[in-house]
């Protein structure tokens, strides 16, 4: 069996200190196997956002481990960890600041630029991505020319672009209306049947049928749960 692509043990995350403690999350451990998504449902405060931002890197936590493709975040330097969330990981998150006098496709391909990859291979990747989100034919505009919608999709695009492993999403739906929201999640299920592992924090036990596994959060902790059973509909939609 190979290692799990995400593994969270025994995650502990304390904000504040004395009387104005809050302890986020109280001992999580958690598994993502490649080719597996995994939903993470929960009211609001019960820990959501915090656990996210611990598995990609973002925010250490108080105590736990956290292995990514079986290498402890801990023992990495912070230039290794930036390294690791250009290259193997994929943030989609609800704010989208696009550079406006760069394309989309131009947008899409910034952080493999950055990361040194030669111009036809970053236009390729860039264009993939596009195409994942419905948006080839808009490659070339200006976010300006593009609807909100649109602009969206090209930050979620940019948010997956190239060879991420692990791909972790914090409502990436909530401010897009549902056609959009639909072509995101079936793009992210696409990504994960070609292998990579993803989280998928939702509110919505529809977008939460898109995963293999949801799991419940309250207070911090994993109060339940429970293999997705994704409706007829929507398998036939990913085939
Ligand atoms: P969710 O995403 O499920 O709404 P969060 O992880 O954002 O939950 O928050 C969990 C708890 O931690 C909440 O009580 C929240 O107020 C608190 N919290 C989150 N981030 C911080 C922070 N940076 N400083 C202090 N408290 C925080
Ligand atoms: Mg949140």
């Known amino acids: 069996m190979s290692a799990p692509l995400l593994r969270l043990t ?18 999580i451990d958690l598994e993502v196997a490649p080719g ?14 915090s656990l996210l931002s611990i598995a990609g890197g973002l925010a250490k936590p108080t105590s736990g481990t956290v292995e990514v493709e079986g290498v402890d975040l801990a023992g990495l330097s912070p230039k290794r960890v930036a390294a690791l969330r250009r290259t193997t990981l994929g943030f989609v998150f609800q704010d989208y600041n696009l550079v406006p006098t ?32 419905d948006l080839t034919d808009q490659a070339g505009r200006f976010p300006d020319d593009l609807s909100g919608g649109q602009q969206q999709r090209v930050a979620i695009a940019r948010a997956v672009v190239g060879p991420r492993r692990l791909i972790l999403a914090d409502e990436p739906t909530g401010a897009l209306d549902s056609h959009t929201g639909e072509i995101v999640l079936r793009m992210l299920r696409a990504r994960i049947d070609q292998g990579a592992g993803g989280v998928l924090v939702t509110h919505d036990a529809r977008h939460a049928a898109w995963a293999d596994r949801i799991v419940f959060l309250r207070d911090g902790r994993v109060a ?3 293999v997705a059973s994704r409706p007829e509909s ?4 990913t085939r």
């Open 10 to 27: 025994r995650i502990v995350q304390e904000y504040g200190s004395g009387d104005t403690a809050v302890t986020a999350l109280a001992g």
């Open 36 to 49: 597996e998504l995994v939903a993470v449902m929960g009211a609001s405060g019960s820990g959501k956002s």
């Open 102 to 133: 760069l394309t989309a496709v131009e947008n899409v391909g910034l952080p493999l630029e950055l990361d040194g990859w030669p111009r036809r291979k970053v236009r390729q990747a860039a264009l993939e991505a596009l195409a994942g989100v």
């Open 224 to 226: 339940d749960q429970s």
């Open 234 to 237: 929507l398998l036939e939609g």
